[in-house]
């Protein structure tokens, strides 16, 4: 059965003591809380992953990096390798999260040789994607959707998807306020899992987590979650916050 998840990406916010608070804060709020089915992880910056995988011990808090570069080593000044994030308990990469994408220019084609090193490297995988506000205002979102994903993981072995994990971002409701309306997420999410289904079938469609990401709050989770097609969400902004985030957590 797929699980639920709630992961916070922080980019590029907290230094190392406001890392170490919100960590703590975390992990003692979910300490709390029955988790159920569902994973909490959270992306802090690369420079403190090593002291946010070890406050995270021996609690149900999951560490993830926010990117990482597709090789194995050598001259690429500035980046990190699986290798090195597997070396400091890192088990887990978000990728292709548009901001990469717009900002960084990474391609479908980078993007799908970056997920071959992070599976090679047994990272798992939270694969970003979405449309953009021009995409659909021309009714295009779903053909924007449908070829990030084709172009990026759908020359992966089928097995590779237990390792994968989708976060539909639209890029407008991203750091707007502005969300999807629950109707909408649950929309493209089917649409997204039954892209899946075609390619790979019905069993592996049916386990992968598919999370709605973009200008998600403790007043909007749960509405959104309790589509069926909605295993969770990839919060920005609320994840910086330890009360909204737990409170985003519980909305399940
Ligand atoms: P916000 O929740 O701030 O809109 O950011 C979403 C996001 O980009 C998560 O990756």
């Given at each position: 059965?797929?699980?639920?998840?709630?992961?916070?990406?922080?980019?590029m916010?907290?230094?190392?003591k406001?890392?170490s608070?919100l960590?703590?804060?975390i992990r003692?709020?979910?300490k709390k809380?029955d988790?159920?089915?569902?994973?909490?992880?959270?992306?802090?910056t690369f420079?403190?992953l090593?002291m946010?995988v070890?406050?995270s011990?021996?609690?149900?808090?999951?560490?993830a990096?926010q990117?990482?570069h597709?090789a194995e080593n050598?001259?690429?000044t500035g980046?990190?390798s699986?290798?090195?994030?597997k070396?400091?308990?890192?088990?887990?990469?978000?990728?292709?999260?548009?901001e990469?994408r717009?900002y960084f220019?990474?391609?479908d084609a980078?993007?799908?040789e970056?997920v071959?090193?992070a599976l090679?490297?047994?990272?798992?995988?939270i694969?970003?994607?979405?449309?953009e506000?021009?995409?659909?205002?021309a009714?295009k979102?779903e053909?924007?959707?449908?070829?990030q994903?084709k172009n990026?993981?759908?020359h992966l072995?089928a097995?590779a998807?237990?390792k994968?994990v989708l976060?539909y971002e639209?890029?407008?409701a991203?750091?707007?306020g502005?969300?999807?309306?629950?109707?909408?997420?649950q929309d493209?999410?089917?649409?997204i899992?039954k892209?899946l289904?075609d390619?790979?079938?019905n069993?592996?469609?049916?386990?992968?987590?598919?999370l709605?990401?973009?200008?998600?709050?403790?007043?909007?989770?749960q509405?959104i979650?309790?589509k069926?097609d909605?295993d969770?969400?990839?919060?920005g902004?609320?994840?910086?916050?330890?009360?909204?985030?737990y409170?985003i957590?519980?909305?399940?």
């Open positions: 059965m797929r699980k639920n998840i709630v992961a916070g990406n922080w980019k916010n907290n230094d190392l406001a890392t608070k960590v703590k804060q003692k709020s979910i809380t988790l159920k089915n569902t994973r909490v992880i959270i992306a802090p420079v403190n090593t946010a070890k406050r011990k021996k609690s149900k808090l999951e560490v990096a990117n990482m597709q050598g001259a690429f980046e990190i699986a290798n090195m994030l070396s400091v308990g890192v088990n887990i990469v978000v990728l292709g999260h548009s990469r717009a220019g990474e391609t980078l993007l799908a970056k071959n090193a090679a490297h047994k990272l798992e995988v694969f970003c994607f979405g449309e506000l021009a995409d659909r205002k009714g979102q053909t924007v959707v449908e070829s994903i990026a993981l759908f072995e097995t998807f237990k994968i976060a639209p890029v407008w991203i750091g707007t502005e969300t999807a309306s629950p109707e909408q997420a493209m999410h089917a649409f899992r892209t289904a390619k790979y079938g069993d592996i469609a049916n386990n992968v987590s598919i709605y990401g973009g200008s998600v709050k403790p007043e909007n989770a509405e979650f309790s069926p909605v969770g969400g990839l919060i902004g609320a994840a910086l916050k330890a009360e909204d985030f409170e957590v519980n909305a399940f």
